[in-house]
């Protein structure tokens, strides 16, 4: 299968081929245009298991559903809750199915916005940047000897994904490279960087690598995809953050400008602190209560409201307390209260707001990891 698309500002192929071995391809790689930008992404069903094809295919179809579906303005967190997202898919596939009981794919994501590459990927597929024909590996396999698995999306207990902490930012003519163990187990990394920086179509290239593997006699599934940019502006010149020697006065001017209104705030700072502020005690956590969100607690009188402050993360003095009934009623500032979607669950939630899953199940009186779509989850300070 192949597959060509041009785009504003890059050119991308999609290639894949069940090999000289095997019977089905248990590879499934797509390429969508969504709310949060360009989606690339391939995976590799784990072969041995049972039901590889339809958990590399349910990865792709989810992850494709939430990027289509759900807008971040952070792309870290849109790739890890897109993953998250996807685990949880698999997992209701084996709960509807009981034969799809352990099934597993690796995956390789890559996310294009404004011209910069963000990645993710669990297991042994790869992302390579090819730039200014230098071949760069930007991921790790999760696999150890005799080439098992250590991560794959699908294994009990979830994996946690493996996310980027800095972006790729391409010049112009730089590839990026998807593919799975079946092309690179075939083909050295030298010969891949030998025939991507070839003169010639991405197309060709492509072809020519996933003909060499068929010819050397592909025992896995072969995938690949390959991204060439173009229309952009280099960001790696040497020249284009060097100041001139003519600017050079005019900067050693404005940063004594700025040294001398800096000394200046301090000296201003340091007298409000001394003569116009009131001592504080340091070692008390401070949560100011300018905010819209709070709850109510029904109560009686054996309540421990220092307990309730610090589960709370909020000073005694914020939470309201009066009597109404016979009982007494807490009104509590929290951080906010959240109507939860398909793909929340309590370590989407820890990671996001920072807040402990146990401090979660206590507060929310929750017994599950899983939260049904449309609950209100309170999030504690």
Sequence with gaps: MAETKELTNFHYISLTDKGCVRTNNEDYLGYFDTLNGHVFVVCDGVGGLPCGERASQTVVNSVKFFFSNFYYKDPYQALSDALDYAQDRIADEVRNDRSCQGMATTVVLALVRYNTVYYAHMGDSRLYFLHHKELIRLTKDDS????????????????????????????????????????????????????????????????????????????????LQIIKFYNIESKYTATANTPSEDSKPKIKKAVLILEILLAVLLVVGIAVMRFGSKPQNTTEKTTPPAQSYSINIKTDESCNIDSISKLYGVKIEYIALYSKGGYFIMNIPVKKILKTRYYDNLATLEKHFGVSRRRLMIINNIQTPHITPGTNITIPF
């Design 144 to 223: 150890v000897v005799k080439n098992e698995l250590t991560k794959a999306m699908g294994l009990t207990p979830p994996c946690r994904p493996n996310i980027c902490t800095k972006p790729v930012n391409p010049d112009e003519k730089d590839l990026i490279m998807l593919c799975t163990d079946g092309l690179y187990n075939m083909i050295s990394e030298k010969e891949i960087q030998s025939v991507l920086c070839r003169r010639g179509h991405i197309e060709d290239k492509g072809m020519d690598m996933l003909k060499t593997a068929i010819k050397r006699g592909a025992p896995d599934n072969i995938s």
